[in-house]
């Protein structure tokens, strides 16, 4: 099972999380999270507002206000707890940001070189950035002209999914974190997101990823290996793409029930998810 601890099959973990427990503001979130994530999976982890799946993404990436208390992740065998979030970076890890930030003159073309050049260790030379920014940027169905405004400044809720999912495709990590990336999405941007990524996973076969949500749509999408939801900070049931089945059917309610939780219990505040 790839949520138990150590190898499968001689296999190595990508993602190894043991206990691990996240505070903010000095109130526990997430209290006590066990996940293992091989090389090339997908794994979705679903759940109400509230039941600390975001706040588990946001200190897997090292954001200073989600202080871990306790347990451990290894990304390839290394403890990244103790990184900055530009060196979890380098190793691999990216997070794509449920409400991308706009950063006033930065563009976003010069914004990706210089990332690029940070996680890969080596810069990619003007003709050939161009060549491969202009080929992702289509594929995303973005105009060019976004190359040159400033980043996530005056795009619509759409264009910042699709500008972080661009992100994804240039700097090509071990294993991207997803952060909800079809809230606040129509039909048509759900799919061209999820295109978007199920493109760079084929170009990459060993990159894993790790999707945030709280609807199946996505998942008719970008396929999961496993799913698991998340209540009270804590991950209670995890099974296969039939999970997700369940809960488009069922709702939350029925494993709140087995948990002898109300509606409200369980959940987290100080705006974490």
Do not use: C, W
């Amino acid at each position: 099972m790839s949520t138990s601890n150590g190898t499968s099959n001689g296999r190595v973990p990508l993602l190894l999380i043991k206990d691990l427990h996240v505070g903010v503001e000095g109130k526990e979130i997430v209290r006590g999270i066990d996940l293992t994530i091989y090389p090339g999976e997908v794994h979705a982890i679903m759940g109400e507002n509230g039941s600390g799946k975001s706040s588990t993404a946001n200190a897997l990436m090292g954001h200073p206000k989600y202080r871990v208390t306790q347990g451990e992740a290894l990304l390839d065998g290394e403890d990244i707890l103790g990184l900055t979030p530009d060196a979890r970076a380098r190793a691999g890890l990216f997070l794509s940001f449920q409400n991308p930030l706009a950063i006033p003159g930065v563009g976003t073309g010069n914004f990706l070189r210089a990332a690029v050049k940070a996680v890969r260790g080596e810069a990619l030379n003007a003709v050939a950035f161009r060549k491969e920014l202009g080929s992702e940027m289509e594929a995303l169905r973005m105009d060019p002209s976004f190359a040159t405004r400033s980043l996530n400044e005056g795009f619509s809720g759409g264009e910042k999914k699709r500008a972080e999912t661009l992100q994804l495709a240039m700097l090509k990590p071990k294993l991207a974190i997803l952060d909800e990336p079809d809230s606040g999405l129509d039909i048509d941007a759900v799919r061209i997101v999820s295109e978007g990524v199920n493109r760079v996973r084929e170009g990459n076969a060993h990159m894993s990823v790790l999707l945030i949500t709280h609807y199946k749509r996505i998942l008719n999408y970008v396929k999961p290996d496993y799913v698991h939801v998340m209540v009270g900070g804590r991950i209670v049931e995890s099974g296969g793409p039939e999970l997700a089945d369940r809960l488009e059917v069922e709702g939350y309610g029925p494993i709140r029930e087995r948990l002898g939780l109300g509606v409200e219990d369980g959940k987290v505040t100080n705006g974490s998810r």
